[in-house]
């Protein structure tokens, strides 16, 4: 049977589509996913890239076939950053480090994260003003912030929030200069701005996680905390260096509080331009919660609360792409994936499929509120698959909808008008202008 006929999108010369990628990336792969099919071949500089959508494919990518291939360009790049962390560790390294750290999300700790997570999230609130304009993308980073110092560091940043906030926005935006061509020499020449700015963030977040680590060895208390855990851990017979417990827990600092913020910003933008769903939200935070601040008991309550942050997710992963480099020939789709060359897969173009999702650019809820047999697994992964699934997946779904709960149980938030809202592509789905808004009370608690 002959090979299919695969559409490429070759773009400019040397470059390639480049620099559409760099511009739009997730709004790129959405239109030639639609105009092309499951399976497309880019020229992403002299990078060939095959961008898949079809849920049975990836599910073989990321679980099934997982072990023929390794991470792709942009995550082997961001050692500059994480160094050998869970996000850039490979192989059995990888494992070893994932065994480790699983038992601070046991169902156990995260019940007692719970109450830090409500007790940050009521600070926030009361930190706005009525009627005073917000941007709550900088709101949400600060309070997730807080909560990952809290519970997984057992530690507070304090005053420090706005300028790790600062550095970790440049230390973002200098991953979009991992896809250019030539970029591991760029970062060489520190006589480039951006370079620079990228090695002041890194050196600032650096000084921070040292802080914490310095502390904790000189007191010698086991807090019971992710840090404390790997301060602990033995492996033939010495502990972990510094350097090794730094990389885990800057790269549980990085993930920890960025990818839940993310989609905690869509969340307010969604239910702002939603007001039925936002009018079910309330009612049911009045009715479960009756006044009172949320508890981790009450999860299993606030469905409608869960159903709209799984809905967020839906249309706005934070983790919107997932790249694989083949260490082997490998078949897909019946084309011909050659050792070397990357696939990408995109959440953020799966979830917004008609296929799997009805109507599938309404922001509903209620779709997540009755189970459907016949959606494909992968049609819905904003957390990855196979053995590199996110280690905080029920963390960050717990944390969601107990800051959605406490604040959104006060305050009703409202788009200022004329407010431009765009996606910004890192290596989360950030909105490019933050996301100015206005709090209304709703009840004087």
């Known amino acids: 049977m002959a090979a299919p006929v695969l559409p490429i999108r070759r773009g400019l010369p040397f470059l390639g589509v480049l620099p559409q990628f760099i511009r739009e990336a997730p709004e790129f792969l959405y239109r030639i996913a639609r105009e092309h099919g499951d399976i497309v071949h880019l020229r992403l ?18 679980v099934t076939h997982q072990a023929q291939f390794k991470k792709s360009r942009t995550l082997e790049r961001a050692r500059a950053l994480l160094g050998d962390g869970l996000l850039t560790n490979e192989g059995d390294a990888h494992k070893r480090q994932r065994r480790l750290v699983q038992p601070a999300f046991h169902h156990e700790r995260l019940m007692g994260y719970g109450a830090a997570m409500v007790a940050c999230a009521a600070a926030a609130r009361e930190q706005w003003r009525e009627g005073e304009t917000l941007d709550v993308a900088p709101e949400m980073m600060r309070v997730t912030m807080a909560i990952v110092t809290k ?16 550095a970790l926005t440049e230390v973002f935006q200098m991953f979009r200069t991992l896809l250019l061509p030539f970029s591991q020499y760029l970062e060489k020449l520190p006589v480039l701005p951006s370079v620079r700015k990228f090695n002041r963030a890194r050196k600032r977040l650096d000084a921070t996680i040292y802080r914490l680590i310095s502390e904790r060895r000189a007191s010698g208390e086991d807090k019971g905390d992710l840090l404390s855990m790997l301060l602990s851990a033995q492996e033939e017979g010495s502990g972990m260096s510094d350097e090794q417990v730094r990389d885990e827990s800057l790269t549980l600092f990085l993930a920890g509080h960025e990818t839940t913020a993310a989609a905690l910003i869509w969340s307010w933008y969604l239910l702002s331009q939603n007001p039925s769903a936002e009018a079910k939200f309330h009612e049911e935070l009045d009715r479960v919660l009756a006044g009172r601040l949320p508890t ?25 792409a997932i790249g694989r480099r083949a260490l082997t020939d490998y078949d897909v789709g019946g084309v011909r994936i050659r050792k070397g060359q990357i696939l990408v897969v995109s959440p953020y173009v799966v979830h917004r499929d008609p296929r799997w999702f009805p109507d599938p650019l309404k922001f509903s ?68 202008y933050g996301m100015k808004m206005i709090p209304d009370l709703r009840h004087r608690l």
């Open 151 to 166: 519970t997984l560091f057992s530690a507070d940043v304090g005053g420090e929030a706005d300028e790790i906030g600062t």
């Open 45 to 62: 500089g002299q990078q060939d890239v095959f961008a898949i959508s079809n849920p049975e494919w990836i599910q073989d990518i990321l």
């Open 365 to 432: 809820p209620e779709r997540w509120m009755e189970e459907r047999q016949d959606r494909p697994r992968f049609s819905y992964f904003p957390f990855g698959g196979g053995t590199r699934v996110c280690i905080g997946e029920r963390f960050a779904r717990a944390e969601g909808v107990l800051l959605l709960a406490t604040i959104g149980q006060k305050w009703k938030l409202s788009l200022t008008p004329g407010h431009k809202v765009e996606t910004y592509a890192t290596i989360t789905l950030r909105s490019k």
């Open 296 to 320: 981790f008991d009450d999860l299993e309550r606030l469905k409608y609360t869960e159903a709209l942050f799984a809905e967020t997710l839906r249309l706005y992963p934070p983790a919107w």
